[in-house]
């Protein structure tokens, strides 16, 4: 009497496998969030460069309400960064992006939204991925190089979506927690430079579009200490592009 019963189970269980499979390739990849697997499985992602510099990096925006007060701030430290941008804020305030560029800064891919990829969508990942990069390219002249997912979280599908734009995806190896509504200046210093070696990436934010209401204010005057740790330690800091980033298997 039961194997009829169990027959109905065993087709639910073979009908899941394909979805479970689904789910497994689509999440799996963003394991390499974790910093530590990240930095010593992956160091190219995790935006490992040369041993003299570091690059320095804010996601989010561009907006008009902050973004001009980092490009002020970066010019009076004499020093240029790489902006990850969303495809969205770039359509919305171009000559923003623009006056980014203009001032020597790199721009780079964020995505189009601020979105959480939870569920699998290869098609919509590559549509948004390459949307984005033109947004960057119809909006400045020039072609974006780097990719940075939202959160971090680099599905296979945004992965995929980011090699077929063209991409490559950079993470980080140190970050201030700066989104947050309790940061300080004091904390993202504190924060950045407990993770922050010679060849490391920053992470940080220029608008609180997906942060707690004016916390990009601490990361700006975290800025200056950074910049002064970092001079002291004999790094230099720029963008990416000057990073000399490793291929895939270098160590």
Not at 43 to 71: E, I, N
Not at 134 to 146: E, I, K, Q, S, Y
Not at 179 to 207: C, K, M, Q
């Amino acid at each position: 009497m039961a194997e009829p019963s169990s027959r109905p189970a065993r087709t639910a269980l073979a009908a899941l496998t394909p979805v479970a499979a689904v789910a497994a390739a689509h999440i799996v990849p963003a394991a390499t969030w974790l910093p530590r697997f990240r930095a010593l499985c992956f160091p190219g992602l995790a935006g490992t460069g040369r041993p003299d510099h570091v690059a320095l990096t804010f996601d989010d925006g561009p907006d008009p309400a902050s973004t001009p007060r980092f490009l002020d701030e970066l010019d009076r430290l004499h020093v240029r960064a790489t902006f990850f941008v969303l495809g969205e804020r770039v359509a919305r305030f171009p000559g923003l992006t623009r006056h980014i560029a203009d001032r020597g800064h790199e721009l780079a891919v964020h995505g189009w939204t601020h979105s959480r990829p939870w569920l699998p969508a290869p098609a919509r990942d590559g549509r948004e991925t390459a949307r984005a990069a033109r947004a960057v390219h119809d909006t400045t002249g020039l072609r974006p190089r780097w990719y940075r997912p939202p959160y971090g979280i680099l599905t296979a599908g945004r992965w995929a979506a980011a090699r077929r734009a063209g991409l490559r995806p950079v993470l980080w190896t140190a970050w201030g927690r700066d989104w947050t509504a309790d940061a300080t200046p004091a904390s993202v210093r504190t924060t950045v430079t407990a993770d922050l070696r010679g060849g490391g990436t920053i992470l940080l934010h220029d608008t609180d579009h997906a942060s707690a209401p004016d916390s990009w204010q601490a990361t700006l005057g975290a800025l200056p200490g950074l910049l002064h740790v970092c001079h002291d330690a004999g790094w230099s800091v720029g963008p990416l592009s000057e990073h000399g980033l490793r291929r895939a298997g270098q160590r």
